[in-house]
């Protein structure tokens, strides 16, 4: 199978532009399924690129896969790409808006309903607080109709904010948040080559047919055009997903539970074992996956794996 190239382009989802990576093989006549990823926070499309492409591989090319960024979240888009639309088109582009929980939601529900054709079946693919943001969508019923699977792949869809991450990080993500921007403000500073050989040096067990695409991406997060409102955003996003993503929606959860797997981690500081023995005794019957030695960031150390771990389940609701 020839190596696949992923499209990266910038669109307008409804009057927000955002980043899109597609995946895609065309085939008239043919109804084929699209593997929807929806990130976790940093809400970059670009981090699930290699994942994109293993999990490609692993389907032997038998399903498109799009991955769409968070809205207001990857540099660059909300002012450095604004010669996608007009101005009176895009309103976003001019504002560093903040996008709560809830706007993020309906990011997705618009991107979802706007790339991928009405009749085509969709596998959501979310991660983290995007599993949250998933059971969410469904509650629009075009999109809960389109879903026939969903994994959940080192999620946390409740109680984030008690969560052993959460008692750790709440404080900077609400309190302490103007205080992170100001931080981030005087290490654009720093000279780039400083700041490109610190973040090799953090992220010398990313995987390796990864790792320099990674640095660049986080480059751009860090001092790239319109990184401010994106940096902004995440912090944004995070400090408002600890104040709303609370219960478990055991209504979604049950309603979705013949559609869904999840795939968890014993030492994920996100969503603990309690927390995951909690799901399944509320929703009987889950299909849980408890996996050893994969990080609650798989998708920069073990992303293949994953990729691999999901194509197996997925097989008896693909046509190929």
Same mark, same amino acid.
């Given at each position: 199978?020839?190596?696949?190239?992923?499209?990266?382009?910038?669109?307008?989802?409804?009057?927000?532009?955002?980043?899109?990576?597609?995946?895609?093989?065309?085939?008239?006549?043919?109804?084929?399924?699209?593997?929807? %990823? %929806?990130?976790?926070?940093?809400?970059?499309?670009?981090?699930?690129?290699?994942?994109?492409?293993?999990?490609?591989?692993?389907?032997?090319?038998?399903?498109?896969?799009?991955?769409?960024?968070?809205?207001?979240?990857?540099?660059?888009?909300?002012?450095?790409?604004?010669?996608?639309?007009?101005?009176?088109?895009?309103?976003?582009?001019?504002?560093?808006?903040?996008?709560?929980?809830?706007?993020?939601?309906?990011?997705?529900? =618009?991107?979802?309903?706007?790339?991928?054709?009405?009749?085509?079946?969709?596998?959501?693919?979310?991660?983290?607080?995007?599993?949250?943001?998933?059971?969410?969508?469904?509650?629009?019923?075009?999109?809960?109709?389109?879903?026939?699977?969903?994994?959940?792949?080192?999620?946390?869809?409740?109680?984030?904010?008690?969560?052993?991450?959460?008692?750790?990080?709440?404080?900077?993500?609400?309190?302490?948040?103007?205080?992170?921007? =100001?931080?981030?403000?005087?290490?654009?500073?720093?000279?780039?080559?400083?700041?490109?050989?610190?973040?090799?040096?953090?992220?010398?067990?990313?995987?390796?047919?990864?790792?320099?695409?990674?640095?660049?991406?986080?480059?751009?997060?860090?001092?790239?055009?319109?990184?401010?409102?994106?940096?902004?955003?995440?912090?944004?996003?995070?400090?408002?997903?600890?104040?709303?993503?609370?219960?478990?929606?055991?209504?979604?959860?049950?309603?979705?539970?013949?559609?869904? &797997?999840?795939?968890?981690?014993?030492?994920?500081?996100?969503?603990?074992?309690?927390?995951?023995?909690?799901?399944?005794?509320?929703?009987?019957?889950?299909?849980?996956?408890?996996?050893?030695?994969?990080?609650?960031?798989?998708?920069?150390?073990? &992303?293949?794996?994953?990729?691999?771990?999901?194509?197996?389940?997925?097989?008896?609701?693909?046509?190929?």
């Amino acid at each position: 199978m020839d190596q696949p190239r992923i499209v990266n382009e910038v669109l307008l989802i409804g009057k927000t532009p955002s980043r899109v990576l597609l995946l895609k093989e065309k085939k008239v006549g043919e109804n084929r399924h699209v593997c929807y %990823i %929806i990130p976790g926070n940093p809400g970059c499309a670009s981090f699930y690129s290699s994942f994109m492409l293993n999990l490609w591989r692993a389907s032997k090319g038998n399903m498109d896969v799009i991955a769409v960024s968070h809205a207001g979240q990857d540099p660059g888009v909300l002012k450095g790409d604004v010669e996608l639309a007009s101005r009176s088109d895009c309103p976003d582009a001019d504002t560093e808006k903040y996008y709560t929980v809830a706007d993020q939601v309906q990011h997705h529900v =618009t991107a979802l309903r706007q790339l991928i054709d009405a009749n085509q079946p969709v596998i959501i693919m979310c991660h983290s607080m995007g599993s949250y943001l998933t059971l969410k969508m469904c509650y629009d019923r075009d999109v809960e109709r389109r879903v026939v699977r969903v994994f959940h792949l080192f999620p946390c869809p409740a109680w984030m904010g008690c969560s052993p991450n959460g008692y750790r990080l709440a404080p900077i993500l609400t309190k302490y948040r103007s205080w992170m921007s =100001t931080a981030h403000w005087l290490v654009t500073y720093i000279p780039h080559s400083i700041i490109r050989a610190a973040i090799r040096m953090h992220m010398s067990d990313v995987a390796n047919d990864f790792k320099e695409e990674c640095v660049e991406i986080v480059m751009r997060c860090v001092v790239g055009e319109g990184h401010a409102a994106s940096v902004a955003n995440m912090f944004a996003l995070g400090g408002d997903e600890v104040h709303v993503i609370k219960d478990f929606d055991f209504d979604m959860l049950s309603k979705l539970n013949s559609r869904s &797997s999840f795939i968890c981690s014993p030492t994920d500081g996100w969503f603990p074992l309690q927390r995951v023995e909690e799901l399944r005794t509320e929703v009987p019957g889950s299909d849980i996956h408890i996996v050893e030695n994969i990080p609650h960031a798989f998708v920069l150390h073990k &992303s293949a794996e994953v990729a691999v771990l999901v194509w197996d389940m997925l097989r008896d609701v693909m046509v190929t």
